[in-house]
Nanobody, 124 residues
């Protein structure tokens, strides 16, 4: 079992930035891929970004490319999502998750552990 705890919840004005963190415990491994997803009210959960701990390869959704940066500290079993140039459409609950896949997947079915989520609210 892998337990994931997100932090970094916040309310930020449009154009601002926020850093989210997710720390893994339990049977965590640096070889896992760790990813971020988000879910806005009334919408399906969507992929944001993911990074593999062994290769360092990362993948981004087109909607956040150039604005968000995913990084990882394997010693701390922690993944970060640095957001910038936030807009109203970025408002959502953000979840981190882990996957066995070395190539970071972008679909929820390939992730086996999920955090409880952290709220990001962007105001105009």
């Amino acid at each position: 079992q892998v337990q994931l705890v997100e932090s970094g919840e916040g309310l930020v004005q449009a154009g601002g930035s926020l850093r989210l963190s997710c720390t893994a415990s339990g049977r965590a491994s640096s070889s896992f891929t760790m990813g971020w997803f988000r879910q806005a009210p009334g919408k399906e959960r969507e992929f944001v970004a993911a990074i593999n701990g062994l290769t360092g390869n990362s993948v981004y959704a087109n909607s956040v490319k150039g604005r968000f940066t995913i990084s990882r500290d394997n010693d701390k079993n922690t993944v970060y999502l640095q957001t910038s140039s936030l807009n109203l459409e970025d408002t959502a609950v953000y979840y981190c998750a882990t996957s066995w896949n070395i190539i970071p997947p972008t679909t929820t079915d390939l992730y086996f552990s999920w955090g409880q989520g952290t709220q990001v609210t962007v105001s105009s």
